[in-house]
Every structure is written in C-alpha cells, then in structure tokens.
C-alpha cells in the first residue's frame, strides 16, 4: 500500500446511529451477520469496488482497503438513540424488512444495541409518539446530554475513533435563516437561547458529534449541517461533515439515467415521479411539513444535470410559457407496501425536429436494502476522511448523497451526475491513498 498520509485504522470505530428503525437496523444486521460470514455485503463500494491506480502499463485495479486504511467489519461496535425503547432486534423485527431467518442468527448482539434516550421534539415529527426521550430544558442542554453520551460510549466500548449517523426520521422542513444559521456564534447563541424555530434537534446531535471529533453524516433530507455555521464549526474542530439524503431508489434512477438525455442532446419536456411506501418513514412523510423537506432534496437533482441555460432549446420549456422543463416529486404513504417501495417515472422527451416520445420506469425496490450498504460507505468513509486529515463538507460523498452539500454562499454548484460523483469518489480514494487524481477512461 502506497499510504502516504493516512492514519492507520487502529483500534474499534464506534458508528453511532441516531434512529433504530428501518435503514439502522438493516444496515447494523447486515454488519453483523457479513461479519459471521453469513451473508454478503452486497451494495456496498468500501467492500466491492475496485478502482484504477496508475496509467498505462502500470496500471492496476485494486479494492479501496488496499489503497487506502478502511476499517475492518470486524471492529465496528453499535451504538443507537431513538424515541422508541426498543432493542435493534425488537427495532429489526418490527421494521420487518429482513426476514427472521437473517436476524435470529445475531439475536444477541442486537439486543444489546439499547438505544438511548433521544434528543426529540414532538413539533418536528408529529406522528411519532415515543416517549424514551431526554428531559432537557433547552437545545443546549441537549447539546450537552448528546456530549456525554458520546464520551460514555466511547469509553464503555473502548472505541478509538467515533462516528455519528443521522438514520432518523426526516424532520419538518428548516429553511436556512441567515440571523441563525450563518455564524457559528449566532447558532450557539441560538441554542442557548432555546431558539425551537431554528435549532432542530438534529442540529444538537451534530454539535455534539462534530465538538466531541466524531465526523456527522445527514442521511435524512434535514438542513442540519448544510448551513454555514456548521461548516465553521467543523473546519473549527477539523472533522468531516456529509449529507444530505441518501440516494438510494428513485433519484439515484434519475442521476443514472437523465446524462443519457443530456449526453445526447435530447430535449425534456416533463419528469414526473411518484412512489408508494409504507414504513415509518413513509408515515412521517405523508405529514407536508416533513414532506416539503424531502421534497426540496428531489427535486435539486435534474436541474444541476440537465440545465435550462445550458440548452434552452432542450431544457428551456414544458409548454410554451415555462422556462423550464416540467418536473414533479409526490410520496404516497400506502401501508400495505411497507418498506417494499415502488416507484414511478414518466418522462417526456422529445427528438429530431422536436417530435415527442415517453419512457417509462417502474422501480419495484426495497428502501432500507438500498439504504444499509450507504450507511456502511458513509461511516467508513467518514472515518477515513478524518484520518486522511480532511475536514468540512466531504464532497467526494456526493455519490451516495440526494441532495449533496456544496458551498450555496459562493455560488457553488451541486455535483448530481452520477458518474461525475463517481469521478470524485475515485479520485479522493486514489489520493488518500497517495496516488496522482486523474481523469482517464477505466
Ligand atoms: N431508506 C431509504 O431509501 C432512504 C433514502 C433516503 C433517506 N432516508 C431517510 O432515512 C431516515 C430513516 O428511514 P427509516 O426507513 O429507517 O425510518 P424509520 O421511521 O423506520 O426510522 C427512523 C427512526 O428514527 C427515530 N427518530 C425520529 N426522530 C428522532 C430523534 N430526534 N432522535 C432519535 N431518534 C429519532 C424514530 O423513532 C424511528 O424509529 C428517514 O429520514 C428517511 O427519510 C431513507
């Protein structure tokens, strides 16, 4: 290995998931049971991927952990929060994504995963009605409790290094408040002053984590670490930050498949995506409120891809009076579906001469499948950034991300093409792993 200036991974690395429901406990079975070699880590780009290091004939395709220092599945250790009381096997159970057969096997060591009280405001998530819930006064006494849980879990797990993962339920849409959110101090002022408005409590989870060197990873649609103050804060305490939203079903359809209408100079004059689901999460997001949130992450995705400006023949109208082609996002909470998730895209293309044509894709997908190898490539790659001494908004993550973080102050743009968040995948493992960046067909 060419490590040149990465930190070895010594030692256990704490993935501490805030949520145990579906995705958590998806992503901790499958852990556990890879681990025993009783299933596969399918999915999962840290344990299959392998990429080009050096041109020509040096060339050679190698797995990330021989590039770069990954932390082995052996020494992960599970810690979780959640509203609900319930252990991971209870949670896993419940969730009834996987089948009894693939839990029962790591039984014991998911119903030590208890999860702690959490840091919860009923306003931000009306549906859920959990009472394993801290007693805090104030946001920053959440900050606070969050801290010593932390402290205590390191400890009590001997873990080395500690990483923080939002898989919790998507919270009422914040929308980024320049008094509150752009300064570090304003923020902490804010939570100090219990400020419910502006400080989510997710906002409390990624102080804690970011001031106690664990790096924060957004899994949800929340604005929480995509605002200025948190990316002082993280430049402040040197550790990596990512979100938001996991691209897992139907956006990651649509950053794979629209560069295929942009690539050949095709027009668009309409996407509509629909989908039925019905977990928890698909519950919670039948509230507007929370939808609105998501919904804000869905559509960010076409139009950093296929641009009006850019082509306005092909991209600059839906009828004669739009600027831009039509594009709509609907969730549809249908019980009956649980987290077996179908989705549906309808797209209005249009050719030669501007003669119209449709495509059509069904996606009949498994949410928290697509979710838990994320989770895996999120954490130890989060952790890898830290030791690798990279700090700030990890935009090398873009690949797993439906809404990816990018400086919108300095008029930065969201990278959504799949393959050009791949590029940037490779390239920081390859430098990471002290090879040279490059950009040359594989
Ligand atoms: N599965 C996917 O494909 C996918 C894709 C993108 C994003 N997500 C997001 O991942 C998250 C988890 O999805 P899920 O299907 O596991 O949902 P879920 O409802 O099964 O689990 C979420 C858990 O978070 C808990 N929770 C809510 N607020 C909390 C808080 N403040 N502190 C601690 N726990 C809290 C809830 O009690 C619940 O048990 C959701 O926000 C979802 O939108 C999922």
């Not at 801290?134 to 009590?156: G, H, P, Q, S, Y």
């Not at 996991?246 to 950053?255: A, I, P, R």
């Not at 895996?376 to 690798?388: G, P």
């Amino acid at each position: 290995m060419n490590q040149s200036n990465v930190k070895p991974a010594e030692g256990k690395l704490g993935i501490m998931v805030v949520g145990c429901g579906a995705v958590a406990t998806t992503f901790m079975t499958g852990v556990l049971m890879a681990r025993k070699g009783l299933t596969k880590p399918v999915g999962s780009m840290t344990q299959y991927d392998k990429i080009r290091i050096g041109k020509g004939n040096d060339k050679k395709y190698l797995p990330y952990s021989e590039i770069v220092p990954i932390t082995k599945l052996e020494d992960i250790v599970f810690g979780s929060w959640d509203v609900y009381p319930q252990n991971a096997y209870q949670a896993a159970m419940y969730a009834e994504v996987l089948k009894e057969k693939d839990i029962e096997p790591v039984r014991d060591e998911l119903e030590k995963i208890v999860p702690m009280k959490a840091a919860f405001d009923k306003n931000y998530a009306k549906r859920l009605d959990g009472d394993n819930v801290k007693d805090c006064k104030t946001r920053w006494e959440m900050v606070e409790a969050l801290r010593e849980d932390i402290r205590n879990f390191k400890k009590a797990n001997n873990c080395a290094r500690i990483v923080v993962l939002w898989a919790a339920s998507t919270e009422i849409y914040v929308p980024v408040c320049e008094e509150v959110h752009y300064k570090l101090s304003d923020l902490e002022a804010a939570m100090k002053a219990d400020d419910r408005e502006h400080i989510a409590p997710s906002m409390c989870y990624a102080y804690a984590a970011l001031v106690e060197g664990a790096p924060f990873i957004m899994g949800a649609p929340n604005t929480t670490v995509d605002i200025p103050a948190m990316w002082e804060l993280a430049e402040k305490t040197k550790m990596p930050i990512a979100g938001k939203d996991f691209k897992t079903g139907q956006t990651l359809v649509k950053s794979g498949f629209s560069p295929i209408i942009g690539t050949r100079c095709l027009g668009l004059s309409g996407w509509f995506s629909t989908n039925i689901l019905g977990n928890r999460d698909g519950l919670v997001l039948d509230e507007p409120a929370n939808f609105r949130t998501k919904e804000v992450s869905k559509l960010s995705t076409l139009e950093t891809i296929l641009k009006p400006e850019w082509q306005p023949d092909l991209y600059g109208h839906g009828n004669d009076e739009d600027t831009q082609y039509y594009h709509k996002v609907r969730i549809n909470y249908y019980p009956p579906r649980n987290d077996n998730k179908e989705g549906w895209d309808n797209i209005d293309i249009f050719g030669w001469m501007g003669y119209p044509m449709q495509i059509k894709i069904n996606f009949l997908c498994r949410d928290s499948i697509l979710a838990a190898p994320l989770c895996l490539d999120l954490c130890l790659l989060s952790d890898l950034a830290a030791r690798a001494g990279r700090y700030g908004t990890q935009r090398f993550l873009s690949f797993f991300l439906k809404s990816p973080m990018h400086d919108y102050t300095q008029g930065e743009e969201a990278v959504n093409h799949l393959y050009q968040q791949y590029t940037m995948l490779k390239n920081a493992i390859r430098e990471m792993g002290g090879y040279e960046a490059d950009e040359e067909i594989d």
